[in-house]
């Protein structure tokens, strides 16, 4: 009995073999053929960069593609969100995702068309913008993906659900897309699917990693009150700079003594503020953190135990209950991304197929977030996958892996995508992974 689920994967992926067998040709026909005009999408989008809940052009500018391509699209849903429809007879739903948004970085990578965009953020500042962690590779990805499969309906039957996420870097746009009913609104979907730029693999390459892909990230800032008083005093105070040092250094502890040692688990203290001066004790302290894990449960136990660790350190100092610590957890914490394994060795056998399976590396999991992980986490469950796609010259690995010498990483401002083959690989390997869903068997 326990080889009949495998048996049946088998059959899934000898199937498609046969199906690709047809299709490929004119896959790489029309990536090939697209290629300059994708291009030309990707400058634009690189050179107009939008942060998170200002995509205003670039949702319009993604949607209007969409439009081009036969989809029925819906824009400023759930903010800037955009949803695309192509409906071609019955089968299953998939769900494909970019994300819109740019960061405030300063982009310095030298390129002909390297951003020069500038804008306010929500708090007023003047920031420069820069699509720092490839979302312009993305976004261009996803349109030579959609054109592909609309111009190869003879080959597929089911329903295309190619959603634009705004304000992922804030981790907001899942969620709000979510909440204005993308679920209920249009076609529930079977299962969702969503690449991402890798700043470590060879353009060319697609990366891969069943089970826990990224992680759960929360952002906590805490508030740790005294008494001030003189420096040479102290006696007279309660000092919140040694209270912030023994609530750090009783932090490490979550990891070190309460989380089993098979479950990941960060707690980084990464910003401490607190005083003005020499010989003065200050009244106030202010932490900066970051929790990271996997698992719901461990993420939970974090939590509770911070704030568990953080008021016990304030007792043991004295401090009263009106100046206890404040403990804020921000709300725009990320939940992990889980790949569904089944779904993903599946896909995996297609795009092998499709980009060659010595193109595929096995990737292990990263405590970097997203919040791609919330389309599969509604009731019931939807199986989920996001691979990773190689952005850099295979010389550049070399060198790198020979001197040691670090490569610019997802929101470096040095980080510089290669365009061509990228973007062909991201639209081919796509493509193959749809196809293998709603591909006529």
């Avoid at 969409?66 to 949803?83: D, H, R």
């Avoid at 981790?171 to 470590?200: E, N, Q």
């Amino acid at each position: 009995m326990k080889l009949l689920p495998a048996l049946l994967l088998l059959a899934c992926q000898v199937t498609w073999s046969v199906h690709a067998a047809d299709l490929q040709p004119a896959i790489l026909a029309k990536v090939d053929a697209d290629y300059p005009r994708l291009f030309d999408l990707y400058r634009h989008l690189h050179t107009h960069p939008e942060i998170s809940f200002q995509e205003v052009q670039t949702a319009a500018r993604i949607a209007d593609e969409l439009k081009q391509a036969g989809f029925e699209v819906t824009t400023k849903f759930g903010g800037n969100g955009i949803v695309g429809v192509l409906r071609n007879g019955p089968g299953p739903t998939v769900l494909v995702r970019t994300d819109l948004d740019g960061l405030p970085v300063l982009e310095e990578t030298g390129l002909p068309y390297a951003s020069k965009a500038r804008t306010k953020d929500d708090k007023g500042n003047d920031v420069p913008v820069m699509h720092a962690c490839a979302h312009d590779i993305h976004m261009a990805s996803f349109i030579g993906t959609a054109r592909v499969l609309a111009t190869l309906r003879a080959g597929w039957s089911g329903t295309l659900v190619f959603i634009g996420q705004p304000a992922e870097e804030r981790v907001g746009g899942a969620k709000s897309m979510l909440a204005a009913g993308l679920y209920t609104r249009f076609p529930r979907p079977d299962f969702c699917l969503a690449l991402h730029a890798a700043s470590d693999l060879p353009a060319g390459t697609i990366g891969y990693t069943e089970g826990y892909a990224l992680a759960n990230a929360d952002t906590v800032d805490i508030l740790v009150r005294g008494v001030s008083g003189h420096g040479a005093w102290p006696h007279m105070t309660k000092d919140p700079i040694v209270l912030s040092a023994q609530i750090i250094l009783g932090l490490q502890t979550i990891v070190s003594r309460e989380t089993s040692p098979t479950d990941p688990a960060v707690v980084t203290v990464g910003s401490i503020h607190g005083g003005t001066k020499h010989n003065i004790i200050p009244e106030e302290v202010r932490l900066q953190l970051t929790l990271r894990s996997y698992s719901d449960e461990v993420r939970e136990h974090s939590i509770a135990a911070l704030k568990r660790i953080v008021r016990g350190q304030a007792l043991a100092a004295g401090i009263p209950e009106k100046l206890m610590p404040v403990v804020e957890v921000s709300e725009e914490g990320a939940k992990s991304t889980f790949n569904d394994p089944a779904l993903t060795k599946r896909l995996m056998g297609a795009i092998g197929q499709a980009v060659s399976e010595g193109n595929l590396v096995a990737k292990q999991p990263v405590m970097g977030a997203e919040d791609f992980g919330l389309f599969g986490r509604t009731e019931p469950k939807i199986p989920i996958c996001m691979f990773w796609l190689g952005t850099i010259t295979k010389e550049s690995v070399t060198e790198s892996i020979k001197t040691g010498k670090t490569l610019p990483s997802l929101h470096s401002s040095k980080f510089a995508p290669v365009p061509e083959p990228t973007l062909k690989t991201g639209v081919t390997a796509m493509t193959a992974a749809v196809l293998e869903l709603v591909g006529k068997k």
